[in-house]
């Protein structure tokens, strides 16, 4: 039986895949940029917008994306300013976290409810909010394409792009919005905790098979997108949970790429080392 | 008939971190069609002096300034061409050496980037450089001397006046100096284009440069040739 027949699926399959398709995109930059873990901190603080949300009776999305995005504003400022250090960071995140939860649980959110912001709950989605996640997909394309050359060349070297005439500042803030855009996203179909590792390993895949920046982001999207649907149909088989079958698929995945990046670059060198001419 | 502007021009530049006065009183003048190396060893202040000369630096005391214009009003960053240390071309996802290129042109505007002179400019470089054989390959790839070809035929991508290199001989053998040097020679030389060069390494492309400063205490001394080999090498050496 196929499991996308149902319109619970149909409305998980839509979100999961805007979203792990999406999520690569911004997370080639914060790789290339050495902050793989920005968007789990990112997803982290969220959790304390959506503990705000619960107990002000606001919308959890709205919390989540005024958090993140505040949050992202004082790492840039202390970040400029040298304060960013692993352990200032590493307070906000925590402090984050602690705070969601210490907030929704004064709030009375039910520990279910819980564990769908942080792991994901894409089967109880409403068209609604689907359509609100393919809204906040499509505004990560728009930037992404929009964006593309001076993202590359802030990913690539901050300071030669700023030389290059880039707006290096403004770039940087964009890209903090942009992460903060997927982590919403995600929220409510892969979850807080794990959408973070849809923004880096099927980038990390990707670039065992891509030889360059445009094919590893056409690559990566594309196994997002797939690890999705087959972490979704997995999960339905097997009644595991979605967010973790995803994500799971989508290291699988990587395993892959990188056991035949590995024989490919094997390969090349045996054919030199062939066809060297010998001494 | 008026001198000609300088196309760089540090005026008694002086700048510290924290406590630590690293130039002092620094003054430079470089015109079009010069080329000058400004050499020194590790920790030196080379680097600040180039930083300094981009505008990534604000200096504490004194003026640089671009084309005539000072660094923090300056927006033509097309006229000038930086090319980094060759460490960044080791990223860590995969960038052909053409996308290093056109990443030159990130801060034009789309129609110019788009535009024909523009595609034609950038096949131009990647020829210059000797690039255009491996121009899909993964800038990680390739040998360090395309590397740092793949580097400068990004900062000439937007045609600039004035070519700014941090250690550009760094992790490049003898031969891939040597066509370096081949390119930087035609740029000023023929192209008439102003270089500018920072070097641990006093010996980097020898009697490419018109002037030879050594950076000793913090500030720049002229040790140009006939005297240069000797002072060079006890400026480097201190």
Known sequence: MNPFEFEFMQRALVACTLTAGVAPLVGSFIVQRGQSLIGDGMGHVAFAGVGLAFLVGAEPLLGALACSVVAGLLLIRMSRAGLAGDLAIALIFYGGIALGYLLSARAGAGQTRLVGVLFGSPLNLSWGRVWLIAVLAAAVVALTAVLYPRLVALAFNEEAARVSGVATDRIVLALTLMVSLVVVAGMSSIGLLLIAAMMVVPVAAAAQLASSYRGTLVTASAVGSSSAVAGLSVAHYLDYSPGSAIVLTAIAAYLAAAGAGAGARRLRLHRVARSAPAP | ?238
């Open chain 2, 1 to 238: 008939m008026p001198a000609p502007r300088p196309v760089l021009e540090l005026d008694a530049v002086t700048f510290a971190y924290g406590a630590v006065a690293v130039v002092r009183d620094v003054s430079l003048s470089v015109h079009k069609g010069e080329c000058v190396a400004v050499v020194g060893p590790n920790g030196a202040g080379k680097t600040t002096i180039l930083r300094l000369s981009l505008g990534l630096l604000r200096p504490d005391r004194g003026s640089v300034r671009l084309f005539g214009v000072a660094t923090g009003s300056f927006r033509q960053w097309w006229q000038l061409g930086y090319v980094p240390q060759r460490a960044v071309a080791s990223s860590a996802l995969p960038l052909s050496v053409e996308e290093v290129v056109r990443s030159g042109l990130a801060g034009t505007r789309r129609a110019v980037r788009r535009g024909s002179a523009t595609r034609e400019r950038l096949e131009h470089v990647l020829d210059l450089m000797g690039l255009a054989d491996v121009r899909r390959r993964r800038v990680s790839e390739v040998s360090g001397g395309q590397q740092q070809r793949a580097l400068i035929a990004r900062a000439l991508v937007t045609a600039p006046q004035l070519l700014v290199l941090d250690e550009p001989t760094t992790g490049v053998d003898a031969a891939a100096r040597a066509v370096l040097r081949q390119s930087l020679e035609h740029l000023v030389r023929v192209e008439g284009m102003a270089v500018v060069y920072v070097s641990h390494d006093p010996g980097a492309f020898t009697g490419l440069a018109d002037r030879v400063l050594a950076v000793d205490d913090g500030q720049l001394v002229d040790v140009s040739a006939p005297v240069a080999p000797a002072a060079v090498r006890h400026a480097a050496a201190t």
